[in-house]
C-alpha cells in the first residue's frame, strides 16, 4: 500500500476560518484526508499552523528518520513565509519593513529542505500556493488596525500583496525545474475558477472546505504524473 507524508502550513493542516464561531478550525476533512480516501493510500500529515519553511525545515529534521517509509513527501510552503507583520507596517506605514522570510532566503531554505529529503531517500513534491483574494485579505489583515496606513504602505494598491504573494509561488516552481523534480500545480486550478474567492475563507487566504476539495482532485488528477 503507498504511503505518503505531508510538510507544510495551515494549508496543508486543512485549517479553515469558521465565520459562525469566529475562529479558525481543522476542516471536517483536510485535502490530504480526501485524497487519501479516494486512493486507499496512508497518509501522515506533518504540517503545522503558521509554517514557514524554515520551521519545515526543523520539523522535518525531528522525522527525518522516518522519511524511507513513505513513497512521496509533498511539500507546502509560502504562504507564512511572504506575509508581513502588519501589527508593524499600521504602526510605522514610512517605514521599511520585510517578510517573515525574504525571497532571496525563502528559495535557499527550501532548497534546503528538498535536499535534505533526497540525502535521506524521500521523493519530494511540491505543491504552488492556492492565490490570494486581495480585497478580503486586506480587510482581514486591518482588523483593529489602520486600514489606511496599511493601504499607503502597500502604496495604494492593494493588489500587491497578490502579486508579492505569487512571487513565492514563482519560486516553488523555479526550484521544481531546476532541482527536477514533480511540481502540482493548485494555484492554476484555483485561478481557472469563476469567482475563485468562493473557494477561499472570509479570511481571503485559507481554502474554504470547498477549496480543500479542489486541492485534493488536483492532487488526484495529477497523482500518476508525478508518481511515475
Known sequence: MAKFCVFGDSIAKGVIYDSIKQKYVLAK???ANIFA?????????????GSTVQRGLEV??????????????????????????????????DAK????????????????????????????????????HSPR?????????????IL???????????????????????????????LIDIRGEFLRQINYENYLCEDGMHPSEEGQLLISNVLYENWNRVSA
Not at 37 to 49: C, H, K
Not at 66 to 82: K, M, P, R, T
Open 152 to 182: 499607503h504602505w502597500l502604496g495604494g494598491d492593494a493588489y500587491f500583496t497578490y502579486r508579492w504573494q505569487e512571487l513565492y509561488s514563482l519560486m516553488v516552481c523555479q526550484l521544481a525545474m531546476e532541482k527536477n523534480i514533480p
Open 29 to 31: 476533512e483536510c485535502c
Open 37 to 49: 480516501s479516494a486512493t486507499g493510500f496512508v497518509v501522515r500529515n506533518y504540517a503545522r499552523f
Open 60 to 93: 522535518f529534521g525531528k522525522h527525518k528518520e522516518d522519511v524511507s517509509q513513505y513513497n512521496h513527501i509533498v511539500l507546502e510552503f509560502g504562504g507564512n513565509d511572504c506575509n508581513f507583520n502588519w501589527s508593524e507596517v499600521s504602526a510605522a506605514p
Open 137 to 149: 485579505f486586506v480587510d482581514w489583515i486591518s482588523k483593529d488596525l489602520d486600514k489606511d496606513a
Open 97 to 132: 519593513h520585510l517578510p517573515a522570510t525574504e525571497p532571496h532566503i525563502f528559495k535557499k531554505q527550501y532548497g534546503d529542505l528538498i535536499d535534505e529529503i533526497e540525502a535521506d531517500g524521500g521523493n519530494p513534491v511540491l505543491l504552488t500556493l492556492p492565490p490570494l
